[in-house]
């Protein structure tokens, strides 16, 4: 890993990551196991910090970091926080090299992709929309899938970066908003998928069922997908300290009901699933896991989902 004194031509060339939360911090890592000089931005000093600490180097704007880098890295939470990155006051469309590519990976529309890659693709930058999916892990491994659609030379100028983050990369076509498309399928399925884990894990905790078992014999049989794989084990625990949050998918399904309804398209259960979100961000759990739908169900239906205290007070005991 390169010392963040060092004076060594990169190389990878330079690249800038605006938004070092779990994804882009692990983004961020990949690229400098890959002999990038990584610089990289975000509103939380520590996340800086912390990837100062790993090799790379800090910048206290987005304009800052995309000085003279090759590619600009945004794993910021939506359109808005995206556009800000690119045309806000210190926006990187104001440092960004001719010919420098934007990578763009938060969850949006599709026609907001499309509006952001004309604007700056008229200022003689490249944009390529490149959603990710593989959550934090595969991220810090340069394991994740990225759906990315762009123009030939967006892909060509950005190839170094994307071989080093992604395990799997799916080229899907020459123009943006084609990628936002495909993530939001997506995400459509992985909301309903979590909701529907939830659903079954509340419904058998109010059948008297022990719930490990549960989790063992689902997992085993044809009712199981990887959301309830990855998810329930957040409910036995009575843990949830957010991996990803609820209001993330009251976006995503959010954004899912808009382009429905712009379609003329019925989406009946992606639009129940978003009701169950939107209850448990009512309640007060919007920031905590997604896994808390579990916990609407249970005091919607008075089951007993484990309690995170007694969990830690067995496994102590044993």
Request: proline residues 4%; aromatic residues 6%; hydrophobic residues 50%.
């Amino acid at each position: 890993m390169m010392s963040a004194s060092s004076n060594a031509a990169p190389a990878g060339g330079k690249a800038a990551v605006i938004g070092l939360g779990s994804m882009g911090f692990g983004m961020a890592q990949s690229l400098l196991r890959a002999g990038f000089r990584v610089v990289g931005c975000d509103v939380t000093a520590a996340n800086v910090e912390r990837l100062v600490a790993e090799g790379g180097h800090a910048a206290a704007s987005p304009a800052e970091a995309a000085r003279d880098a090759d590619v600009v890295v945004c794993v910021v939470v939506n359109a808005d926080q995206t556009e800000t990155v690119l045309f806000g006051p210190a926006g990187a469309a104001e440092t960004m090299a001719d010919g420098a590519v934007f990578l763009s990976s938060a969850t949006m529309a599709p026609e907001i992709a499309r509006r952001l890659a004309e604007r700056l693709e008229a200022t003689g930058r490249l944009y390529l929309d490149a959603p990710i999916s593989g959550g934090a892990a595969k991220a810090a491994l340069g394991q994740l899938t990225i759906l990315a659609s762009g123009s030939p030379a967006a892909f060509a100028k950005a190839r170094p970066a994307l071989d080093a983050m992604a395990g799997k990369l799916y080229e899907l076509g020459e123009s943006a908003g084609t990628g936002a498309a495909f993530k939001m399928v997506n995400q459509l399925l992985a909301g309903v998928h979590i909701a529907a884990a939830c659903e079954a894990m509340a419904f058998a905790a109010k059948q008297g069922l022990d719930l490990g078992k549960v989790y063992e014999v689902i997992t085993a049989s044809a009712g199981n997908s990887w959301m309830f794989e990855n998810r329930v084990p957040h409910i036995l625990a009575g843990d949830y300290r957010p991996l990803s949050a609820v209001e993330i998918f009251v976006k995503d399904l959010g954004i899912i009901q808009d382009m429905a309804r712009s379609a003329r398209y019925p989406v009946p259960v992606a639009a129940a699933a978003l009701q169950m979100y939107l209850a448990t961000a009512g309640a007060g759990m919007g920031r905590d896991d997604d896994s808390s739908l579990a916990r609407t169900y249970a005091a919607l239906s008075g089951a007993v989902l484990p309690d995170a205290a007694k969990t830690s007070a067995q496994d102590a005991a044993v």
